[in-house]
Each structure stands twice: as structure tokens, then as C-alpha cells.
């Protein structure tokens, strides 16, 4: 059965894609062969900024880094699959002009909705050897051990999902710029991103930057992994053109700056805090906690522009949006809240015993 499904697969998609390719790209600037390696690195398009691949860099390609990059130096847009893996690479810098990563609209299989997908070894072209068609191999990376981000600096689209085996070098994406999905996949117009641990992983958690946090959180389509992780250290003074605060450990509202419009930490509100809760009115993300908590407020009508609020910290034990025995509570107004994160339940409301009823 399941090998029926593998051959019916490869049938239906096998031309569909190879028309693709031909409507996507000039003759000349499709890479047919797939594999990449130092025997035919001269039959690459070096001169084509958009290509048609379903390129494929691994243990037998005999590449550096060094050789890779001239090759792919005036790429921007690849339409197709990239799969790198069991290579000493430690980033995919070679890539660096690549813009765009465009996969062919091919729907989910319900098969592989979850987790990692095995490789199946056939093929569009000569070696008789095809990818999995599903969209969520657009960009795959496995047992690239020396891996430490893929550093796709200008990466900015991609219709295609990423999958990541992380090993103890991966310390973070480094795509700051990827904020436009747009889905190939038309039944679920969904992105995944997913990424895991393999080996020994002790606290040294992979990290996002806020950007990258606001771009693939803030992203409706967007699938990622639940993992431990963190958020990267951000020095400028705003995410993205908005003013950024970092509340400091402990720190309450009293001593929050104004302006404040995205907020990293976690934020109490608590007694004697009710005249501050003003500053919270152009506040958009939250990457934390906010907790309101023992105070009289009468209503929570202060957080009309908050999005998100996300928390990676203590993933699993605190919920990111918490508002407790607050007792004169009458009204809850989130009017632009999107999205909540942080444990199976990421809201705690309780103990407000104001005419509001809890939920
Ligand atoms: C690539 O461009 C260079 C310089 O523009 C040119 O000399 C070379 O012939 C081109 N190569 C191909 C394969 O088109
Ligand atoms: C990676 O590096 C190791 C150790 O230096 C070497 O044995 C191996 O051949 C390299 N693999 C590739 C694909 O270059
Ligand atoms: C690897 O590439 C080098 C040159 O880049 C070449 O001399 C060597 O023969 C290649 N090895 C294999 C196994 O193809
Ligand atoms: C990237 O996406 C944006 C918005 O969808 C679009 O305007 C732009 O043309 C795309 N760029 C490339 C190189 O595909
Ligand atoms: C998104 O993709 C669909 C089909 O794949 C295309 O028709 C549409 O123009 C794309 N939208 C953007 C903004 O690129
Ligand atoms: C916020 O400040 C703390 C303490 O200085 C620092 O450890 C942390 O990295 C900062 N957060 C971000 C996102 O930069
Ligand atoms: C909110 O933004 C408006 C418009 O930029 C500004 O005038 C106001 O001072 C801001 N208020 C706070 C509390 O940040
Ligand atoms: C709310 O609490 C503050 C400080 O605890 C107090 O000054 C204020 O009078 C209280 N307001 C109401 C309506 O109870």
C-alpha cells in the first residue's frame, strides 16, 4: 500500500514538475542533474539569477565552501528543492544572494503531516531519483554535523517549507530577512518550519532573533516546531521600526520606560500599578510574559494594539498571558491579540471577581 502510494506519487508529479521548471525558467538556466558535485560543477548556470534545481549537496559532492560560493554567486531565486546533507558545512553563506525559494504547488500528503520525512530515493531526471515532492522539503538540511546556522542573509520568500536537524554546533537560523510565505501547497497554504535536536543538546538552545520571532510567529501560515528555545540578545533600540524595551528581571511597569512598543521580558502589573497601565497602549508584541495580578483595575481596555505575546522561557511551565484575583475585574478587551504562546494553555485568567466571569 504504502509503496503504491510512493509510485503514484512519483507518477502523477514526475512531469508536472519538469513543466514547471520549464515555465519558471529559461532552458539554459535548469539544472537537470540534481546532485552537485566537483565532476559536473561546470554544467552548473553560474550566470542565470534565477534557477531550476532540485539541488542536492552531500558527502559524495566533494565541494567547499570555497568552490561553492562562485558557483552560486549570482543565484536569487531557486524554484525547487535543496537538500544539503552530510557535509562539513557550517552554513549555507554560499547561498548569500539567494532571495527567493519558490517550491512547486504540490498539496500535502496527509502521510507526512508530521515530523521528519524519509527521503525517497527516485527520480525527475537522469539518476531515476526524486524527492519527495511534498513542499515541506523545500529546504532540508540533515546530519550536517559542523552546521552552525544557515545564514541566508537575504533570504526574504519562499512558498517552501524548511526542515532541520539541528546537532550541538546549530546555534540559529540567521535568515533575518525571510518574512514573505506564501505558500505552494493549495490545500493547506500551510509553511512548516520544523527543527529538532539531535544528540546532546545542555541548555544550549537554539535562538531567534525578535525579528525572525515577529516574521514566522507573526506569519499566519506558519507552522513551527515546539521546541526549547530561545531568543537571541537584541541590541538595537527598535524591532523592525518599533521602539524596544527590555524589562529587566523582576521589573514592573512602574519603571517601564514610555513609548515602550515591543517588549521583551516578563511584565508584571501588580497593586499600586493601576495609574501605569497607560504605557501599555502602543505595545504590539510582547516576546514574554505578562502577568496582571492582585490589582483593582476595573478593566483591561490598555492593550488595544497588543498582537502577540510569545514566550520561550520556561516553555512549559508558565503560561505567557496571565491575569489573576484581580478583584473589581469587569471587562477584558484584546481587540488585536493574534496570538498567544507559551504552554498547552497560554492564557491564565482567574480570580476576578469583578462581575467578569473567568474563562
Ligand atoms: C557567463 O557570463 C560571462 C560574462 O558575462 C560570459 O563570459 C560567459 O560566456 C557566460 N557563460 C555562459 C555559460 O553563458
Ligand atoms: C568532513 O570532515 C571529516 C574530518 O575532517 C572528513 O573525514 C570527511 O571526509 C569530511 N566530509 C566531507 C563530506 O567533506
Ligand atoms: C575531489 O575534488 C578534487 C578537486 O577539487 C579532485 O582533485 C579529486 O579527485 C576529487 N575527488 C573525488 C573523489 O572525486
Ligand atoms: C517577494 O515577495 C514580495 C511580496 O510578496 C514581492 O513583492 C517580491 O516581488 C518578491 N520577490 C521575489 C524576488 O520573489
Ligand atoms: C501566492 O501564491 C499564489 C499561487 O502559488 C499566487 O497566485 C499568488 O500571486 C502569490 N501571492 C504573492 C503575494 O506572491
Ligand atoms: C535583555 O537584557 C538582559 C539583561 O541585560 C539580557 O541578558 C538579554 O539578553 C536582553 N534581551 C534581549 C532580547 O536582548
Ligand atoms: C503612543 O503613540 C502615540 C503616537 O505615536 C504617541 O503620541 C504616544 O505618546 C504614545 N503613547 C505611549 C504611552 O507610548
Ligand atoms: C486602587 O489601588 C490603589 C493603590 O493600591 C489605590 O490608591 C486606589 O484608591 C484604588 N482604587 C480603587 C478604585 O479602589
Same mark, same amino acid.
Not at 502523477?12 to 560543477?41: A, M, P, R, V, Y
Not at 534565477?50 to 539541488?55: N, V
Not at 565552501?65 to 535543496?82: A, D, H, M, Q, R
Not at 533600540?237 to 521583551?264: A, H, Y
Given at each position: 500500500?504504502?509503496?503504491?502510494?510512493?509510485?503514484?506519487?512519483?507518477?502523477?508529479?514526475?512531469?508536472?514538475?519538469?513543466?514547471?521548471?520549464?515555465?519558471?525558467?529559461?532552458?539554459?538556466?535548469?539544472?537537470? !542533474?540534481? #546532485? !552537485?558535485?566537483?565532476?559536473?560543477?561546470?554544467?552548473?548556470?553560474?550566470?542565470?539569477?534565477?534557477?531550476?534545481?532540485?539541488?542536492?549537496?552531500?558527502?559524495?559532492?566533494?565541494?567547499?565552501?570555497?568552490?561553492? /560560493?562562485?558557483?552560486? @554567486?549570482?543565484?536569487?531565486?531557486?524554484?525547487?528543492?535543496?537538500?544539503?546533507?552530510?557535509?562539513?558545512?557550517?552554513?549555507?553563506?554560499?547561498?548569500?544572494?539567494?532571495?527567493?525559494?519558490?517550491?512547486?504547488? /504540490?498539496?500535502?500528503?496527509?502521510?507526512?503531516?508530521?515530523? =521528519?520525512?524519509?527521503? !525517497?530515493?527516485?527520480?525527475?531526471?537522469?539518476?531515476?531519483?526524486?524527492?519527495?515532492?511534498?513542499?515541506?522539503?523545500?529546504? @532540508?538540511?540533515?546530519?550536517?554535523?559542523?552546521?552552525?546556522?544557515?545564514?541566508?542573509?537575504?533570504?526574504?520568500?519562499?512558498?517552501?517549507?524548511?526542515?532541520?536537524?539541528?546537532?550541538?554546533?546549530?546555534?540559529? =537560523?540567521?535568515?533575518?530577512?525571510?518574512?514573505?510565505?506564501?505558500?505552494?501547497?493549495?490545500?493547506?497554504?500551510?509553511?512548516?518550519?520544523?527543527?529538532?535536536?539531535?544528540?546532546?543538546?545542555?541548555?544550549?538552545?537554539?535562538?531567534? #532573533?525578535?525579528?525572525?520571532?515577529?516574521?514566522?510567529?507573526?506569519?499566519?501560515?506558519?507552522?513551527?516546531?515546539?521546541?526549547?528555545?530561545?531568543?537571541?540578545?537584541?541590541?538595537?533600540?527598535?524591532?523592525?521600526?518599533?521602539?524596544?524595551?527590555?524589562?529587566?528581571?523582576?521589573?514592573?511597569? @512602574?519603571?517601564?520606560?514610555?513609548?515602550?512598543?515591543?517588549?521583551?521580558?516578563?511584565?508584571?502589573?501588580?497593586?499600586?500599578?493601576?495609574?501605569?497601565?497607560?504605557? !501599555?497602549?502602543?505595545?504590539?508584541?510582547?516576546?514574554?510574559?505578562?502577568?496582571?495580578?492582585?490589582?483593582?483595575?476595573?478593566?483591561?481596555?490598555?492593550?488595544?494594539?497588543?498582537? =502577540?505575546?510569545?514566550?520561550?522561557?520556561?516553555?512549559? @511551565?508558565?503560561?505567557?498571558?496571565?491575569?489573576?484575583?484581580?478583584?473589581?475585574?469587569?471587562? /477584558?478587551?484584546?481587540?488585536?491579540?493574534?496570538?498567544?504562546?507559551?504552554?498547552?494553555?497560554?492564557?491564565?485568567?482567574?480570580?476576578?471577581?469583578?462581575?467578569?466571569?473567568?474563562?
Amino acid at each position: 500500500m504504502r509503496l503504491f502510494l510512493i509510485f503514484s506519487f512519483f507518477f502523477s508529479f514526475q512531469c508536472s514538475d519538469e513543466n514547471w521548471f520549464q515555465t519558471k525558467c529559461d532552458q539554459k538556466c535548469i539544472f537537470q !542533474l540534481g #546532485s !552537485l558535485d566537483s565532476n559536473n560543477l561546470n554544467l552548473f548556470p553560474k550566470n542565470c539569477s534565477s534557477i531550476c534545481a532540485d539541488l542536492v549537496i552531500d558527502e559524495d559532492s566533494n565541494l567547499t565552501e570555497k568552490e561553492l /560560493i562562485p558557483t552560486f @554567486k549570482n543565484v536569487k531565486t531557486i524554484f525547487g528543492t535543496i537538500i544539503i546533507s552530510r557535509t562539513n558545512l557550517t552554513s549555507l553563506k554560499f547561498l548569500a544572494g539567494l532571495v527567493s525559494l519558490e517550491c512547486d504547488e /504540490i498539496p500535502s500528503d496527509s502521510d507526512y503531516k508530521s515530523g =521528519f520525512i524519509d527521503l !525517497l530515493t527516485f527520480s525527475r531526471f537522469q539518476k531515476n531519483f526524486c524527492f519527495n515532492p511534498n513542499p515541506k522539503n523545500g529546504l @532540508k538540511l540533515y546530519k550536517d554535523f559542523e552546521m552552525t546556522e544557515i545564514g541566508m542573509l537575504k533570504w526574504t520568500n519562499t512558498t517552501c517549507s524548511v526542515e532541520v536537524e539541528m546537532y550541538k554546533t546549530f546555534s540559529n =537560523f540567521n535568515v533575518p530577512n525571510l518574512k514573505n510565505f506564501n505558500s505552494s501547497d493549495p490545500s493547506e497554504h500551510k509553511i512548516y518550519i520544523q527543527y529538532d535536536y539531535f544528540g546532546i543538546i545542555s541548555q544550549n538552545y537554539v535562538c531567534f #532573533s525578535l525579528e525572525e520571532t515577529s516574521s514566522f510567529y507573526g506569519a499566519e501560515n506558519v507552522v513551527m516546531s515546539y521546541q526549547n528555545q530561545k531568543y537571541c540578545d537584541h541590541s538595537s533600540s527598535t524591532v523592525l521600526g518599533e521602539q524596544f524595551c527590555n524589562v529587566s528581571e523582576n521589573e514592573n511597569i @512602574k519603571n517601564l520606560e514610555e513609548n515602550c512598543q515591543r517588549i521583551f521580558g516578563i511584565l508584571k502589573i501588580g497593586p499600586g500599578d493601576e495609574k501605569f497601565v497607560y504605557k !501599555l497602549k502602543n505595545v504590539t508584541w510582547i516576546y514574554g510574559q505578562l502577568i496582571i495580578e492582585n490589582t483593582n483595575l476595573t478593566s483591561i481596555n490598555f492593550l488595544n494594539n497588543l498582537g =502577540f505575546v510569545i514566550s520561550f522561557d520556561n516553555y512549559w @511551565k508558565r503560561s505567557s498571558l496571565q491575569i489573576l484575583q484581580n478583584k473589581n475585574l469587569m471587562e /477584558i478587551k484584546l481587540p488585536n491579540l493574534k496570538k498567544v504562546l507559551g504552554e498547552c494553555n497560554p492564557f491564565v485568567i482567574t480570580g476576578n471577581n469583578g462581575n467578569f466571569a473567568n474563562f
